[in-house]
Each structure stands twice: as structure tokens, then as C-alpha cells.
């Protein structure tokens, strides 16, 4: 399998604070990765530092082996080619329609495509997501489940090889959160799309992940298959399910 992303001895944080450090991990084509832990342990940050918004603080991150110079704007520019993105709150724009939402990223990269070309991408992208039918509502004008599936669309515009997602099925009651789920593996399958997904949701993680990155008190805690994580016997993962597990059976 080929690896797309290797992270070495990478450290991740802001001015005045290094969040997590000796961050060694790689990640293949198609697999789908969850990166688990407490709230304000840093899953937001490493997927800030890995798509270029805060800079590593050391160590290398690199891309298809090629070390991604991340001070380079024409570096990130490219990087962004190949990537998605799917932000916490799903980041559509309100005042533009589903449509223009899901164009951006081609304006941006490619502003001399012919529109015919536009068209057939950005319909192509709302079919596969179920959302043909809404190219002309507006964000405000679709439920929860719909944005995160338009913000799915969106990330996926530009045939990117990867896709980072920040907490995908936030505020999306169980049903909708599995559709979502269901979505990203039938993506993957289909287009052999890689995921890396920030997630504490249990039902989630069983049904999509194939490997797990465990973070705890600014280190990497465990990386590996998530199928041996239970089987480890480890008491702080043993102790962040079983906490994660009531608190999610108390919230309904
Ligand atoms: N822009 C920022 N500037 C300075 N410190 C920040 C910034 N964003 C986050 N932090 C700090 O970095 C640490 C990790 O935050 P991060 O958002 O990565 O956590 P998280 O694991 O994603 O948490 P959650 O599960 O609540 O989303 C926290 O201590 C937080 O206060
Ligand atoms: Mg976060």
C-alpha cells in the first residue's frame, strides 16, 4: 500500500505553547485514520499543522515522500490541490448558494476552467453526496446533516487524494451521523479517497476506523491498527472508551 503522509518527530503547537511532541506516525492510501483523545489534547492543532494553517514547531511532515516545506506558499498552494478539508461547523459560506460554495476551491485553483466544465464538476459532486436537488438553496436553508454533506462535496471538488475532517458528526443526531459514516466509506471505496478524521463519537469510530492515533498529556499515546486497541488492555484507553462510552450513553 502506498503511504501517503509520514509524520516525523514532529511537534505541533502555538507561539507560546508546544501542545504535542515526538509525533511519528504514517498513513496509507485508503486507510481511514481517527485521531482519539481528551478535549484540548490537540486533534484540532496536528490537522491545523498537517494542512498548513499554524506551522510544526520541528520535525517534518511529508507528502507522497516529498517533505512539505510548509513556509512556502507555493508549497501550500499545490498541497491545497490535493487535499480536503472538512471543517468543524462545515464552514460553508452563507451567502452563497450550495453551488458557488462547491465552486470556490476551482475558482481558486483553476479560474480559467470553462464553466461548462465547472457545471459538470460541481453537479458530478453534489449527486455523489445527495444534494443535486439543493444546488441553488442556501446554507441557512439545510439541515445539519445536509451542510456536513455539502461540506463533504465541497472537500472532494478537487479529486483530492486525502480528506482531513474536524469532528465530522458534531451536532448530528445517530442516524445522520451514520449516513455521514456510510458516505465516507462508500467515497473511499469508490474513489479510494484517505480520510483523517477527528472523532470522539464510539459509534463512528467502530464502524470506520481502521487505524488509531491516541493522544494523551502532549504525546503520542498509541498508533496502530484500531482493531488491537481494545485487546491492549491499556488503562487510558481502557478508561477514555469507557468514559467516552457513558457520556455518550447519558446524552441520549
Ligand atoms: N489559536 C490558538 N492559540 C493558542 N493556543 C491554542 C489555539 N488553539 C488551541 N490552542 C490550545 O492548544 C491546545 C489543544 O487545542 P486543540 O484545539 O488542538 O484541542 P482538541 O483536542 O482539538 O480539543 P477539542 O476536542 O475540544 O476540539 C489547548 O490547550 C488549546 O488551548
Ligand atoms: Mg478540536
Known sequence: MNEIIRVKNLSVGYENEIVLQ????????????????KSGCGKSTIMKTLIGLIPPITGDVY??????????????????KKIGVLYQGSAL????????????????????????????MVYSR????????????LPGELSGGMRKRAAL???MILDPKIIFCDEPSAGLDPITAAELDHLMLELRKLFGITFLVVTHELRS??????????LNEGYMHYYGEYSNLISLKDPFI????LKNKTAQRNSG
Open 238 to 241: 481502557d478508561s477514555f472508551f
Open 205 to 214: 469510530i467502530e464502524k470506520i476506523a481502521d487505524k488509531a492515533l491516541v
Open 126 to 137: 453534489l449527486s455523489q453526496v445527495g444534494l443535486r436537488g439543493s444546488a441553488h438553496k
Open 153 to 155: 462535496a465541497r472537500a
Open 93 to 120: 459560506l452563507n451567502s452563497l448558494d450550495l453551488y458557488e460554495n462547491i465552486a470556490l476551491p476551482i475558482r481558486m485553483h483553476y479560474p480559467d476552467l470553462p464553466v461548462l466544465i465547472e457545471k459538470e
Open 22 to 37: 515526538n509525533l511519528d506516525f504514517s498513513i496509507n492510501e485508503t486507510e481511514i485514520t481517527v485521531i482519539l483523545g
Open 63 to 80: 507528502f507522497y515522500d516529498e517533505k512539505v516545506d510548509y513556509l512556502s506558499e507555493h508549497v501550500l498552494k499545490s498541497l491545497y
